[in-house]
C-alpha cells in the first residue's frame, strides 16, 4: 500500500490509495444490491438505509471528499477503475443503469459471496462470535463484491474469501479507533499524525481493498491460479515437475503407482496458499505470509510463472516430503485422506512455530535458487529426506529432465531399516522390469507398513 518508509510520503500515498475505493463504493454500477436480499438474512438493508450507511462508512475529510465527487462524476463506467489516472480518459456521464440481466448476475454474485464468508473460518470467534461478528463479515462481503466488479475476467471464486478474511483479521487487531476532530486538534507532529492515520480503523476497508488487490494480482495468484483453468493447469503442471526432480519416489508413488491425479488435492493447497495446512492458528499462516509478501517479486525467465506461485510450489514439496513414510504406506483412499487433511504441525511454544516457519520459507528459497538445475534439485531434495525422514533411506541415481519425463525412467532403490528394493534398468525386457520392481515394491511397501502398525500398538 505504500511504496516507501519515507513517512513524509504516507499522507499523500493513502489519500491516493483510499481514493480509489471511494470512487468505485460510490459509482451506480458498484452498487451493492443489500435491499433485494432476502428479508430475513442478515445482511438485509432497504435501499435508503444501505445507500446512508455507505456514504457515512466511507465519508473522507472534507479536502479529500471533494475532489472524490468532482472525480467520480469524470469516470467512465466501462473503464477499468483501478487503471492509473495517468493511462486514463476521463469524460463526464451520466448515471448508468443496471439492466435487468446484470441485476440478477450482481444479485446472484452478492448471495455466493456471503455463503462463502457465512462459512468463513468455522469456530473463529473474530468472525462468528459477539455484536461485531455481522458487521465484521459485512465488511468482508462489501470489498470482495467490489473487488469482482472490478475485475470481470476473474470473478468470485472461492478462496478469495479465506485470502481476504486472514488479511481482514490482522488489519482488524492493528487497527485503531480516531476521533477525527480530536486528531486534527491534538498536539501530534507530522509523522505521528502519518502513522496515526496509516492505522485508522474508519478506512479499514479501503486499506483492505488495496492490500488485497495489490497482494493476488501483484503475486501472481489471481492469474496464476484463478484466472483460467489453463492457468491454474500450468501451474499445477510445473509443481509435478518440480516433485520430480526433487522427490522422484513421492513423485512415482503418486502418479504411478496409486494414479492420484494431482489436482484431487493440490488445487486448495495452492489457491488457500497453505492456510489451512500449517496448523490450527492463523498466526501460524500469517507469519508464511508476511515472509512471503516482503520478499520482492519477480518474473521468471522463460517459464511465465511468478516468484511467488514457484516459492509456494516448493513449500508444498516440503510438506509431502515430511509425510513421506505415511505417503508411502498408504493405499489410494489413505493418501488422498492424508492430502486432502493434512496432519497440521502442533507447536510446544511460539517460538517453535517461528522456527517452523522460517526453516520452512528458508529451504523454500534454497530450492527456488536451484531451481534451474536439476542436479541440484536432486541434491537438497536428498538433504531434505535426511532431514525429515532419517528412517527412511531413500537413494536414487540422478537423471536429467529428458529422462525424468519418460515414464520408463521412474524406478527408484528404497532401503528402510535395513530392507531394501532397487528399482533399476537391467538387461532383461521392459515389461518383466515393471513386473519385478512393482513385486519387489508392494514387498518393501507390506514391510513398512506391517513396521508402522507395530510401533502404532506398542505406544497404545
Not at 492457468?231 to 526432480?245: G, H, R, V
Not at 489436482?263 to 507469519?287: F, K, M
Amino acid at each position: 500500500m505504500l511504496d516507501s518508509l519515507a513517512i513524509s510520503t504516507w499522507a499523500t500515498k493513502l489519500k491516493e490509495t483510499r481514493m480509489v475505493y471511494q470512487q468505485l463504493v460510490a459509482r451506480k454500477d458498484m452498487l451493492i444490491p443489500w435491499s433485494d436480499l432476502d428479508e430475513d438474512s442478515a445482511y438485509y438493508q432497504l435501499r435508503s438505509v444501505s445507500r446512508k450507511a455507505s456514504i457515512k462508512k466511507n465519508t473522507l475529510p472534507p479536502s479529500v471528499s471533494r475532489k472524490v465527487k468532482k472525480n467520480s462524476l469524470r469516470e467512465r463506467a466501462f473503464e477499468n477503475p483501478l487503471q492509473p489516472a495517468s493511462t486514463t480518459t476521463t469524460t463526464t456521464t451520466t448515471d448508468t443503469i443496471v439492466s435487468g440481466d446484470d441485476h440478477e448476475e450482481n444479485l446472484e454474485l452478492l448471495n455466493n459471496i456471503i455463503l462463502d464468508v457465512e462459512r468463513l473460518f468455522p469456530g473463529e470467534e473474530f468472525y462468528h462470535s459477539g455484536a461485531d461478528a455481522i458487521p465484521i463479515r459485512k465488511q468482508v462481503v462489501e470489498v470482495l463484491y467490489i473487488w469482482c466488479k472490478c475485475h470481470p475476467r476473474i470473478g468470485y471464486k472461492q478462496g478469495f474469501h479465506e485470502i481476504l478474511g486472514l488479511i481482514f483479521m490482522n488489519l482488524y487487531k492493528e487497527s485503531v479507533a480516531l476521533d477525527q476532530d480530536q486528531l486534527y486538534s491534538a498536539n501530534y507532529s507530522q509523522d505521528e499524525m502519518a502513522i496515526l492515520g496509516l492505522y485508522n480503523i474508519r478506512f479499514i476497508c479501503h486499506d483492505l481493498f488495496n492490500i488485497f488487490n495489490k497482494f493476488v494480482t501483484g503475486s501472481g495468484v489471481a492469474a496464476g491460479l484463478y484466472e483460467s483453468e489453463l492457468q491454474l493447469t500450468k501451474s499445477i503442471d510445473l509443481f509435478n515437475a518440480y516433485l520430480m526432480k526433487i522427490d522422484q519416489f513421492i513423485h512415482y508413488t503418486l502418479t504411478t503407482r496409486l494414479e492420484l491425479d494431482t489436482q484431487l488435492w493440490i488445487i486448495r493447497y495452492l489457491r488457500l496458499l497453505l492456510v489451512r495446512e500449517l496448523g490450527e492458528e492463523l498466526e501460524t499462516t500469517s507469519l508464511l505470509w508476511d515472509k512471503l509478501i516482503a520478499t520482492q517479486i519477480q518474473r521468471t525467465p522463460g517459464s511465465g510463472m511468478t516468484y511467488f506461485i514457484e516459492i509456494l510450489i516448493f513449500l508444498v514439496i516440503q510438506l509431502l516430503i515430511q509425510q513421506k513414510t505415511e505417503i508411502v504406506t498408504s493405499d489410494f483412499s489413505q493418501c488422498l485422506s492424508l492430502l486432502l487433511h493434512y496432519p497440521v504441525p502442533h507447536f510446544a511454544s511460539p517460538a517453535s512455530r517461528d522456527t517452523y516457519i522460517q526453516v520452512l520459507y528458508r529451504d523454500a528459497i534454497k530450492l527456488y535458487e536451484r531451481r534451474s538445475n536439476d542436479l541440484k534439485l536432486f541434491e537438497y531434495g536428498n538433504k531434505l529426506n535426511k532431514k525429515y525422514n532419517p528412517g527412511l533411506k531413500i537413494s536414487l541415481g540422478y537423471r536429467d529432465s529428458s529422462e525424468l519425463s519418460d515414464a520408463a525412467s521412474e524406478r527408484s532403490s528404497v532401503d528402510s531399516s535395513g530392507s531394501s528394493a532397487e528399482f533399476s534398468k537391467s538387461q532383461i525386457s521392459p515389461a518383466t522390469n515393471d513386473r519385478a520392481e512393482k513385486m519387489r515394491y508392494e514387498k518393501l511397501r507390506m514391510e513398512m507398513r506391517l513396521k508402522k502398525k507395530a510401533k502404532q500398538m506398542l505406544h497404545q
